[in-house]
């Protein structure tokens, strides 16, 4: 049986993809809703995109394979970011011992340094919706979201060496210390495989100070209302939410039951179901005249240690928000 074992894991070759994007701004809009008729209602916001950070790490082509005379792997890795005021050194820029020329542009991870930060990145985006009042108890919505674009200046780029790395095992283990032929005690030997791992797996910085422009993550969001007859105060909801954004897209179904019990405030429960799993969420409106206050959250920490630490799943987020009105209150 462990002969059997040791045959599998050592002819295992294993294929992973890793990706990591972090797309961080503050907007300004503008918005306005317009009454069609009895039954039709559209609205539209313009907005500006203040742009303070950008990160896009993936790892592609990511291949491990585990035999019995040699281990090798093999990755093809892209990294952008552009934050204003960030300096990413390379290990020669840094003055680090440089082994061979291949390790004079590896990036530096200790030395990275943030100095001046600010807007890094300027946009534009609209949001457009419509709610159509199929019934007297029945409305149908649809929005699409973040319609637009964001460029980037400040563009850091690195990329790994494609290359495969191999290791075929230790070799001439010296006793002691470093003997004449050579040889290396196994302490060195496992520490220059560590190094050989880290700068295989580092990236080597391509280009610097360019300019970049990416289209932001849609959101495509249809719904329904529906009134309770028997409290009409009580509404149920359903929202579909697709969110079109490349390899980190996802869908989502939620339901929902909301009430507003007087006209300055409304409260609201609902449950989803979506790419990442289920999660259970809830929200408080308060929107008197002149202003709208809301806080909530879609994603619940069910579980947690005696000391507060979340456990099982770790994923949680809280919307907080201020609106100032204008016009008539209807």
């Not at 579909?240 to 989502?252: A, L, M």
């Amino acid at each position: 049986l462990l002969r059997y074992l040791k045959k599998i894991f050592y002819n295992s070759v294993a294929e992973l993809r890793l990706g990591i994007s972090s797309n961080n701004y503050a907007e300004i809009a503008l918005g306005h809703s317009r009454q069609i008729n009895d039954k039709l209602n559209v609205g539209g916001k313009l907005k500006f995109l203040l742009g303070v950070g950008n990160v896009n790490i993936k790892m592609t082509d990511m291949k491990v394979q585990m035999a019995e005379d040699k281990w090798m792997v093999q990755a093809n890795g892209e990294m952008n970011t552009s934050v204003k005021g960030l300096t990413i050194p390379t290990k020669e820029e840094s003055g680090k011992e440089i082994k061979n020329p291949s390790e004079r542009d590896l990036v530096d991870w200790d030395n990275i340094d943030l100095n001046s930060p600010g807007l890094s990145g300027f946009g534009m985006a609209v949001d457009l919706g419509a709610t159509y009042k199929l019934r007297e108890d029945l409305t149908l919505s649809a929005a699409i979201l973040d319609l637009g674009f964001i460029s980037w200046s400040n563009t850091i780029k690195a990329k790994t060496s494609n290359t495969p790395w191999e290791f075929n095992g230790f070799q001439n283990i010296a006793m002691g210390s470093d003997d004449a032929d050579g040889d290396k005690p196994l302490e060195d030997q496992l520490e220059d495989l560590g190094n050989d791992i880290e700068n295989y797996a580092s990236f080597h910085r391509t280009e610097t100070g360019s300019s970049s422009t990416r289209a932001l993550g849609a959101t495509l969001n249809i719904g329904a209302d529906y009134v309770f007859p028997l409290y009409d105060k009580l509404h149920f909801g359903f929202l579909s939410s697709t969110r079109i954004n490349g390899k980190y897209s996802w869908s989502e179904g939620r339901i929902s039951a909301n009430v507003t019990p007087v006209k300055w405030f409304d409260a609201g429960v609902n449950y989803g179901i979506s790419s990442f799993g289920s999660s259970f969420g809830w929200i408080l409106n308060f929107h008197p005249c002149g202003f709208n206050f809301f806080v909530g959250m879609d994603h619940l920490m069910t579980k947690v240690t005696p000391q507060y630490i979340p456990v099982g799943k770790l994923n949680t987020n809280v919307s907080v928000g201020f609106n100032v009105t204008f016009g008539k209150k209807i």
